[in-house]
C-alpha cells in the first residue's frame, strides 16, 4: 500500500528555516505529482505546494511563493519542501499527499501522518 512519511518539523524562530522530507513507498513515484498541504489548530487542511512528476512544474500558495521552495528527488522516492524566513502563521502540521497533476492536488486518499512546524515569534 501506499506509505508516505513525513520529516523534519521542529521548533524554529520566526526568520528561521527548515526542510522538510517525504519519502514514499508503495507506488511508482515518478508516476505522480507530489505535494504539501497544512493543518493549523482550528483551521481547514490547506494547499501550499506541488511539483509534477517530473519536477519541471512547481505551484505554491500565494502565502508561501516567494519563501517556500518544493523538489523532488524521483531516484530516492522523496519530495522536499524548503521552508525560509518562517513566519509564526506558517505553524502547522504539514502533511504530504499524492496527485496526478499539481491543478488538482489533494482528491487522492494518500496522506502522510504529518510533521509539526512550530514558529515562534
Known amino acids: 500500500q501506499v506509505q508516505l512519511v513525513e520529516s523534519g518539523g521542529g521548533l524554529v524562530q520566526a526568520g528561521g528555516s527548515l526542510r522538510l522530507s517525504c519519502a514514499a513507498s508503495g507506488l511508482t513515484f515518478s508516476s505522480y505529482a507530489m505535494g504539501w498541504f497544512r493543518q493549523a489548530p482550528g483551521k481547514e487542511r490547506e494547499f501550499v505546494a506541488a511539483i509534477s512528476w517530473s519536477g519541471g512544474i512547481t505551484k505554491l500558495a500565494d502565502s508561501v511563493k516567494d519563501r517556500f521552495t518544493i523538489s523532488r528527488d524521483n531516484a530516492k522516492n522523496t519530495v522536499y519542501l524548503q521552508m525560509n524566513s518562517l513566519k509564526p502563521e506558517d505553524t502547522a502540521v504539514y502533511y504530504c499527499?499524492?496527485?496526478?497533476?499539481?491543478?488538482?492536488?489533494?482528491?487522492?486518499?494518500?496522506w502522510g501522518q504529518g510533521t509539526q512546524v512550530t514558529v515562534s515569534s
Open positions: 499527499n499524492v496527485g496526478w497533476t499539481v491543478q488538482n492536488m489533494g482528491v487522492l486518499p494518500y
